[in-house]
């Protein structure tokens, strides 16, 4: 994707020459209250070159779910359809752990390598960094290309940090930089603190709870449920439906090697991302009962370190991340976006009205402005001008 001013400007020149296009090949199936413009939407992803999607709107009273699927390449898409989504997985490992805090399993505070079992072996790396650090991408850890073949030849946490000091790049709470080999330790503390596989922990502290439609086992899935993601650009003609990670069974916790699927592996649909936002919206409270306590909620969504330089309109709380850009509204909005093969998703919550936009896709232009995805900021202005 592109990660430089440069990149991203060369990106966007080359994507109307060089990626497929839905235009003529897209057909919208719509559900709930009109509420949405088709035509404009149309010209949305017809820009960002977008491959079957699912646009859920929800305020004022209101509903709209829009699901567009492309023929060519194939990527149907209806209200059964369940995408890969990414970092978006993000919000729902923060309220696992946050969860087990608020029983007192887990402390925000409490130092990471005394959770772990090979914590001591990878006390060079861990020393100082505490959940809070993991959860606000202030813990000083950055993502390297060795994580993955790590993943891949199943090294522990220890190994790991014996081999490659360059996972540390600075104290914890120096800095914020975004890390999603963090955020997949969270999944060995879960793991660590129940003794249980984080599957069954995020059933039991999230899905269930919230009423989601949700994994993080796609091989439990029917393959031809899942939506599968082709990038773009560069267009190779490849779908992926289930990476690599995803192929392998989980049958006992392994919190000494687990440290790879609490950052981005969750396959869900908008409507079960809808429940998170709906009751972070309402200040913990889900369904007429307290999912989380009202301080625990004002935590999570409180900005706990800033972007800086890199996109000064963002920051981020505890799995969480906050726009405030007045272009798009006067109120801070509230949730993730997520990036992964080629796709580029989006969950928000306008804070104080509780409008809500969820943006799925199979694969889409990553162009960006600053960090926000360009076709997410669209999709954005595009959803709260519907929901008026």
Known sequence: MPTTPARNLLYRLALPVLAPSP????RHSVH???IVDLRGYTRLLNRHHVLGASLLLR????????????DRPPHPCDGQT???VASLTKMATALAVLRLCERGLLALDAPVAGLLPGGESARSLLDGVTVAHLLSHTSGLRDIPAIDSALRDGLTLGELAEKHAALRTSK????FAY???GFGLLGCVLEAVTREKMDDVFAREVFGPLRMRATLAPLTLPREAIMPITRVLPHRGEDMVIPPLGRTERTEPDPERHFGLTAGSLYTDAASLSHILSMLADGGLWQGGRYLKAETAAEMTRAHAAYG???PRLSYGLGLLIVEDRSLSPRRLLGHQGFAYGCADGAFLEEGTGRQIVFLNGGCSEARRGRL???????????LKQLR
């Open 373 to 383: 995805g360009l076709c997410n900021r669209d999709v954005l202005a595009f959803g």
């Open 309 to 311: 330089p890199s996109d």
């Open 23 to 26: 235009r003529g090949h897209a």
């Open 172 to 175: 914890p709470g120096e800095t």
């Open 179 to 181: 890390c999603n080999f």
């Open 82 to 84: 369940v995408f890969r």
């Open 32 to 34: 709930g209250d009109a």
């Open 59 to 70: 305020g004022g009273g209101k509903t709209c779910a829009v699901y567009t699927s492309t």
